[in-house]
């Protein structure tokens, strides 16, 4: 009997809606468990790092890795499946471009450690004690994984063979991804599970490619079934992958973006800043004025959460530009 196959999976700063995700195939489990053996998968099964770390190198066929590289430790396990992995898949936004955790990145490690550990009224702590890495108690050292200043998205740590966007990624392309590998009809390194045209492409709605006069959010308007983005209200189909089945569009939701940036957009951010001032009028068209412009962005309620959701790290600019004296070895560690 042919040799079954070996599938890993990983969460790393994630929230673990990518797990989930994956047992959301339901029967096709059994497909899989047919196929393949589950050799590491920490949050559904009983197995030790040092399983992982005695396993020879290329020992797993298929590694689903999700979430972030917020810390030391999640750079230390990417780096290690990697190595023991022959096929690394960043598996949901987290991996793919950094997810929504990336909007850490708008605060570094200094600032986030203050506002969660010193600040929060919830959280009393005269002492002001943060994580360190080491403490000592007697005569024994206690570590902790260093969190980094920045998160990373997977590629940005280990080379990275498949892509599949989505927070959490749909069952379609669970599915698809899950045959591939079984069938061994693996597409070409590098290759994005989802679809190569924008969202607007499988979006129900109707769209007339209406100039808008004036930004609403989702509370404020009596939706008539039409475009979100031709009544004024933000929405990222035109700047994000399709592949979801447009599900938060038939919620009645706007897209906020969690599939990810077309092959041809470097920043999904700034490709719909650019998507909303091509739409943006004044009444009969004519020049927007000053007070119409200032009225319009002060309209949109935080720019990055809007256009950044969730990739932030891999953008242009990755987050927040820290203040010269932050992050040199400073009150809580190096620069990263
Ligand atoms: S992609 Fe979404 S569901 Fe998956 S770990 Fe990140 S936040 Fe959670
Ligand atoms: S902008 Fe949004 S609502 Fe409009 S067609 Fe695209 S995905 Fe659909």
């Known amino acids: ?52 770390i005695n396993m020879h190198d290329d020992y797993i066929d298929i590694t689903f890795f999700n979430g972030g590289i917020r810390s030391s430790e999640n750079e230390r396990f990417a780096k290690i499946l990697r190595k023991k992995s022959k096929l690394l898949v960043a598996f949901g ?8 955790i990336g909007l850490a990145n708008l605060a570094s490690r200094k600032e986030l ?22 403490s000592a108690f007697g005569d024994e050292t206690l570590t902790l994984p260093e969190i980094y200043d920045r998160v990373r998205s997977l590629a940005q740590v280990v080379d990275v063979d498949y892509f599949v966007p989505g927070c959490p990624p749909s069952t379609e392309r669970i599915e698809e991804v899950l045959n591939a590998f079984i069938s ?23 769209k007339k490619d209406k100039k808008i006069t004036k930004i609403h959010r989702v509370h404020e308007i009596i939706d008539n079934g039409e475009c979100f983005l031709d009544q004024g209200i933000i929405c990222m189909g035109p700047v994000t992958r399709g592949g979801c089945g447009a599900e938060c569009i038939k919620a009645n939701m706007p897209c906020t973006g969690c599939y990810g940036p077309l092959s041809d957009v470097k920043d ?41 959701k969730y990739s932030l790290p891999s953008s242009i600019f990755g987050g927040k530009v820290k203040s010269l004296t932050e992050g040199k070895g400073g009150k809580h560690g190096e620069k990263r």
């Open 93 to 100: 936004s987290c991996a793919c471009n950094g997810g929504i």
């Open 184 to 206: 061994g009809k693996l597409p070409s390194k590098g290759t994005v599970f989802a679809f190569e045209k924008s969202l607007c492409d499988e979006c129900p709605r109707e």
């Open 113 to 134: 450690f203050e506002i969660i550990y010193i600040d929060n009224e919830t959280t009393p702590n005269p002492a002001k004690v943060v994580p360190q890495t080491k």
């Open 1 to 52: 009997m042919a040799e079954k196959l070996k599938i890993g999976a990983y969460w790393a700063a994630s929230c673990g809606g990518c797990d989930v995700a994956l047992l959301d195939i339901n029967e096709k489990i059994l497909d899989v468990v047919d196929a393949a053996d589950i050799v590491f998968w920490p949050i559904a099964m009983d197995v030790k790092y040092s399983d992982l």
């Open 268 to 308: 999904q951010g700034a490709a719909m800043l650019s998507a909303i001032a091509s739409v943006i009028s004044a009444e009969g068209e004519r020049q927007l004025s000053e007070e119409e412009e200032k009225e319009i962005m002060e309209a949109i309620k935080d720019c990055i959460g809007i256009f950044y």
